[in-house]
């Protein structure tokens, strides 16, 4: 992006890939135990932009973007989820990651006796679809760890195993940066980092951006990390739901009130409904 | 104090056991007085920790572990009742301990059949053919039954043990001069030559006082052995000791393994099973003074009909001592049997204690049965830590959805899970080249393993 107003978003040029979500429906837990947490979920991402989703505590941020990357713990009861027309919510976990999608998670997972070199190998192989040039993926490594700020030892450790809050954040996006997916999902990727550690992260998605059309979905309880990379639309996410989209300037309002009035109107609106559905249950 | 928060534990768990454990603090004096009765060296058999020499062995100008005194009157002759029902027999005489029928705690997860020939102790010259790699610093040489350190060793704890002691007839010791940093490790390959004969063995190591050492004895070949070990560490000794059994099928392997860590010496052991029919490893911890520090690690991989039983013991009887034990096993066939025993106990006056035991099994298929068994005491409120944790399962949903996400698919990323599961006990080792060559045992046998690509796929 050299200039404002030539950011796809703004220009309406094609610039990459669309991830496009429909009326998504989401349940956890079996049977009588299952819990609708997503209630129909719209939401349209293009390579280039990207779209700050922000809500409350438990609203559900975070079974919208284990849902698209298709933890198992999560079950689709309605709608759809495409990536450039394809069907993502058919295709495997490890498929959806080939095609593209990325999540950077709001808690990496330890992983005991695999090394942080062998791991990122073994993705980008697995994602590329053939095993990178020694001597470029090497220096491909150590140029973006040095930018995240992150010690060479890094590389032998296991994977999260004994990391700080913010080493698993820099190692997410270091993830990020040697996949280069075409539609990144960030969950909450600034939380528990210190202001260096929120600028280094945050610099490290905005090289991505600079350097290829992702499209970004950054997830957040906070309008903190909006000073560092700059969204294009802003959604308020209530309730398993968007209830208000915006530009940059919804995250002002947000700081400034808060999301008591959203969670209100929220709660008013499931009452209706609720009564509404008894009504024709009679 | 405080308290260690064991219930952090991710895995996909069939049984998860945590414990957040502390007791009740008893007033100091009290403390000390049960300390002075329970702990002086030198008490009989049935009372306090293994026990140590209550002399010096005058060996290689080294200073044995227990040859001093760490307060505490100096009791000798008459055993002390401690009360305790905790408390484990232990003899040197086979008969003190009844025939095992395999109703005893200590014996009711043992296929007894197989391990018949053993209990039966018939006295035998066979022995394993032994090669050795012996860096400067390092002396092997052995004494002849009834010698003044024999004596002083730990005692056995069950009959097969004793009757090893007794049979063995004196032993192999290597000695470990004090203050020696060996250069590499001292390697003992032992081969069993055929299953005909039972082999008897006793081994003592020797570690000088602030000596720096890695020990490896590594089994192989087809044998029934039944063999002791014992590895005193004096002041100060950093000793590393490995154990590998890849024995060929049709072995019965029994032993007994007792480490007794002097006052600042730290022990790092590492039990590798991956061969045989039959390993019953007991491996037993004491320490004869203040911040002695023991890291036990173990891993075993049960294939159909195998048996591998590890039981360990440590015994926390002075102050500000350490102890961490991790033990991770991998089951797969039908019959794969694995049994974990993890006692440790924290006496009254074992204050500033720290403590942790984690076993962990993962089944890699249905009828393989692991079992768990945890087991802390605690006589003293006045502890840094003590934790320990179990969990036997399946796959870590959570770690394959982590590395599918990054595009891996799902076979790959069980093979990695798996070969990490391995890979994290294995690098504790620090000999590369022997990492590398139990990585590739361990890698080849997983090949071995059609079910692995026809586990469902729980994260598609
Ligand atoms: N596995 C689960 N089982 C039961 N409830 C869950 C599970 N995962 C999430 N939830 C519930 O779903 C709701 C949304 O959670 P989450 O998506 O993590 O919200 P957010 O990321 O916005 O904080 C919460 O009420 C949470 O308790
Ligand atoms: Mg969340």
């Given amino acids: ?282 | 104090m405080s308290s260690n928060d064991t219930s952090n534990d991710t895995s996909n768990t069939a049984e998860l056991d945590t414990a957040d454990l502390s007791t009740a603090e008893l007033a100091h004096e009290e403390k000390a007085a049960l300390a002075a009765e329970l702990f002086a060296p030198g008490v009989g058999a049935q009372a306090g920790p293994p026990t140590t020499p209550a002399t010096a062995t005058g060996s290689a100008g080294d200073t044995p572990p227990g040859a001093h005194s760490h307060g505490g009157p100096v009791l000798t002759g008459q055993p002390v009742p401690t009360g305790s029902p905790a408390e484990r027999f232990t003899s040197t005489d086979p008969d003190a301990f009844p025939k095992p029928t395999g109703r005893e705690e200590e014996w009711r997860f043992t296929p007894l059949r197989r391990a018949r020939q053993l209990l039966d102790g018939a006295p035998s010259d066979a022995r394993l053919q032994v090669e050795s790699d012996l860096p400067e610093g390092a002396v092997l040489t052995s004494v002849e039954a009834g010698d003044p350190l024999l004596k002083g060793l730990p005692e056995p704890v069950d009959r097969l043990a004793a009757l090893t002691r007794q049979r063995s007839n004196g032993a192999t010791v290597l000695r470990i001069a004090k203050e020696a940093v060996l250069d590499r490790p001292v390697t003992l390959r032992l081969s069993g030559t055929g299953a005909e004969d039972v082999v008897w063995g006793q081994l003592v190591v020797e570690v000088g006082a602030f000596a720096q050492a890695t020990v490896v004895l590594d089994h192989a070949g087809l044998a029934k052995y039944s063999g002791g070990a014992a590895f005193l560490l004096g002041d100060g000794a950093q000793l590393t000791v490995v154990s590998v059994q890849e024995w060929a099928p049709g072995t019965v392997h029994g032993g007994q393994y007792d480490s007794v860590v002097g006052r600042d010496a730290s022990l790092k052991q590492i039990v590798v099973t991956l061969g045989g029919d039959l390993v019953r490893l007991v491996s037993n911890v004491s320490y004869t003074g203040t911040g002695g520090q023991a890291d036990l690690y173990g891993l075993y991989f049960a294939d159909e009909t195998q048996h591998q039983e590890h039981r360990l013991w440590v015994d926390h009887a002075t102050p500000n001592c350490r102890s961490n034990v991790v033990y991770k096993g991998a089951l797969q066939g039908e019959q794969a049997h694995s049994v974990w025993i993890g006692d440790v106990r924290i006496r009254p006056a074992a204050t500033g204690t720290e403590t942790y035991e984690l076993n962990r099994n993962l089944v890699l298929t249905d009828g393989a049965r692991a079992d768990s068994v945890p087991n802390l005491e605690i006589e003293t409120g006045e502890i840094v830590s003590a934790g320990h944790a179990s969990a036997t399962g399946r796959f870590d949903d959570e770690q394959l959805f982590y590395l599918c996400s990054r595009g891996i698919d799902a076979e790959t990323a069980r093979r990695l899970v798996v070969r990490g599961f391995f890979a994290d006990v294995v690098q504790h080792i620090g000999i590369p080249e022997l990492q590398d060559r139990l990585m590739r045992t361990i890698e080849v046998r997983l090949g071995a393993l059609p079910e692995l690509d026809e586990q469902p796929v729980e994260v598609g």
């Fill in chain 1, 1 to 282: 992006m050299t200039s404002p107003t030539a950011t796809p978003a703004a220009t309406g040029l094609k610039a990459g890939s669309v991830l496009e979500i429909r009326d998504l429906h989401v349940t956890v837990g079996d049977g009588d135990d299952a819990k609708e947490i997503l209630r129909g979920v719209d939401l349209t991402v293009r390579g280039g932009e990207t779209h700050a989703i922000m809500g409350p505590n438990g609203s559900g941020k975070s079974t919208l973007a284990y849902s698209i990357a298709g933890h198992p713990k999560y079950t689709i009861t309605g709608g759809t989820v495409t990536l450039d027309g394809e069907d993502v919510l058919a295709m495997t976990v490890d498929e959806r990651a080939r095609a593209g999608l990325f999540l950077a998670m709001q808690y990496p997972v330890e992983v005991p006796g695999v090394s942080v070199s062998n791991f990122l190998r073994t993705a980008a192989t697995a994602v590329t679809g053939e095993a990178p040039k020694l001597r470029t993926w090497v220096k491909d490594v150590r140029t973006e760890m040095a930018a995240l700020e992150m010690d060479s030892a890094f590389a032998e450790r296991n994977v999260n195993e004994g990391f700080s809050g913010g080493e698993k954040k820099r190692h997410e996006i270091l993830q990020m940066r040697l996949l280069k997916p075409k539609m990144a999902i960030l969950d909450e990727t600034d939380s528990g980092l210190d202001v260096d550690a929120l600028r280094i992260v945050s610099e490290g998605v905005n090289r991505a951006k600079a350097d290829s059309p992702v499209g970004v979905l950054l997830i957040t309880h906070y309008t903190r990390i909006l000073r560092y990379i700059k969204p294009d639309f802003v959604h308020v996410f209530v309730a398993g739901r968007v209830v208000e989209e915006g530009g940059p300037e919804l995250a002002q309002k947000l700081e400034d009130e808060g999301y008591a009035a959203y969670v209100k109107d929220s709660a008013e609106q499931a009452a209706t409904e609720k009564t509404a559905l008894e009504a024709t249950q009679q």
